[in-house]
């Protein structure tokens, strides 16, 4: 079951708050990777899209376990934590996302990386909400 993000918090999700998510994930040996990703959401899920290979790819695929940090982009200290679990990742629309995440953070119709790059959507259920702020 997902966690619901509380009502005063759900401004970070919004594209016009033009957030970043800091997605940790687990290394092999058990360390954290952390890394600043663009994302969306879609049927309560939160949605990140990646290159084919990154450390951030193995690690999702390999150890679903991750959390992210919504940080209001106006007031820091003002944030969503998540806790959750990777649920699944598709290949297909993948390009398709990362040019509406463009969109959303560069105002963009389309991404600028390499045409032949293979990317992936990851779709993250929320198991644990927490917020300040």
Do not use: C
């Not at 997902?2 to 970043?20: G, H, M, V």
């Amino acid at each position: 079951m997902a966690a619901k993000i509380p009502e005063a918090f759900q401004d970070l999700l919004q594209d016009s708050a033009r957030a970043y998510a800091y997605l940790a994930t687990t290394m092999a040996a058990g360390s954290p990777q952390v890394t600043p990703v663009w994302f969306d959401t879609k049927d309560g899920r939160i949605r990140v899209n990646t290159t084919v290979g990154t450390t951030k790819w193995r690690n999702m695929r390999r150890r679903g376990r991750v959390a992210l940090v919504i940080a209001d982009p106006k007031n820091p200290y003002r944030y969503l934590q998540i806790r959750g679990v990777v649920e699944g990742w598709t290949l297909d629309g993948d390009r398709a996302h990362i040019d509406r995440l463009a969109g959303k953070y560069l105002g963009a119709q389309r991404y600028a990386g390499p045409a032949d790059e293979q990317r992936v959507t990851f779709t993250i259920l929320p198991e644990a909400v927490s917020t300040l702020g």
